[in-house]
């Protein structure tokens, strides 16, 4: 539970440990040959105990599995494992770890929104909503996790309820990029592509490095007649992503140079 921690406070027992052996082995006279042999055989066992528990430490993957077999119904770190392997594109088997993780601790919301996640990588809009509904149930107005419901939503074409989301993130925090391009891209499916321009707009002012975003504010653009203004933003895009096809492609549709 605290292999990084321990050896701070056993410092004092050690020092009794060393001097006590020290004084009793002069007072008790015993041979300094035995004394060698009995501290190297420490320093042995210590030394073989040391890269046995290294071997624990390679990387996250195998100090949490090293984890759940030394202990049970550890959520926390069938938790941790998940994200690890999520960050590796190991969604599936992520999942799982999530789901085990819920079923000791339904009532972790940082789990819920996790499982959430990888239920949505894994095409399962329905499993996501239910989790990200769960997750919100237990942590209100928390604006990442109505994000990722409101994209879930919109993945399942609910659109309305997927706008409301992504309003209510941005009155939580009116400088979430994603919530402004999600918000925007929620419109443009919907026709509403003034409304959307502005939220285009915004999402970049907040993340310009996005390719995306400039692709898709182009898009807009392109619906409201203002070609000239999305020749730009395809430009940008292609400058940022260089070689893209479809970015190409738009260009390529609209007369324009790459």
């Not at 440990?17 to 190297?40: C, D, H, N, Y």
């Not at 209100?140 to 209510?168: M, R, S, V, W």
């Not at 919530?179 to 502005?198: R, T």
């Not at 999305?230 to 970015?247: F, M, N, S």
Request: glycine share 6%; hydrophobic share 40%; with cysteine.
């Amino acid at each position: 539970m605290a292999d990084r921690y321990t050896y701070v406070p056993l410092i004092g027992l050690f020092i009794i440990f060393v001097w006590g052996f020290a004084e009793t082995g002069m007072s008790r006279q015993v041979p300094k040959t035995l004394i060698a042999v009995l501290t190297a055989l420490v320093l042995v066992v210590s030394a073989w105990q040391t890269r046995n528990q290294l071997s624990y430490w390679r990387d996250n993957e195998t100090l949490f599995r090293h984890t759940l077999a030394v202990t049970k119904d550890n959520y926390v770190a069938y938790n941790n494992l998940g994200t690890w392997l999520a960050k590796r594109g190991r969604v599936t088997e992520a999942r799982d770890c999530f789901v085990k993780s819920f079923r000791i601790n339904p009532n972790d919301s940082d789990v819920l929104y996790n499982l959430g996640n990888a239920l949505t990588r894994l095409g399962d809009p329905e499993g996501a909503v239910h989790a990200y509904r769960r997750a919100l149930e237990l942590t209100p107005d928390h604006a990442d996790i109505l994000n990722n419901l409101g994209f879930a939503l919109a993945d399942k074409e609910q659109y309305a309820d997927a706008t409301a989301c992504f309003e209510k993130a941005l009155q939580l925090d009116p400088n979430y990029a994603d919530a402004h391009n999600n918000l925007a891209n929620v419109l443009f499916y919907q026709h509403k592509f003034a409304e959307a321009i502005p939220h285009f707009r915004a999402a970049l002012r907040l993340a310009p490095d996005n390719p995306q975003i400039y692709s898709n504010l182009g898009d807009a653009l392109v619906k409201q007649g203002q070609t000239t203004e999305a020749v730009r933003c395809y430009q940008e895009a292609l400058r940022l992503k260089p070689g893209d096809p479809q970015i190409r492609a738009k260009l390529q549709a609209l007369g324009a140079q790459f």
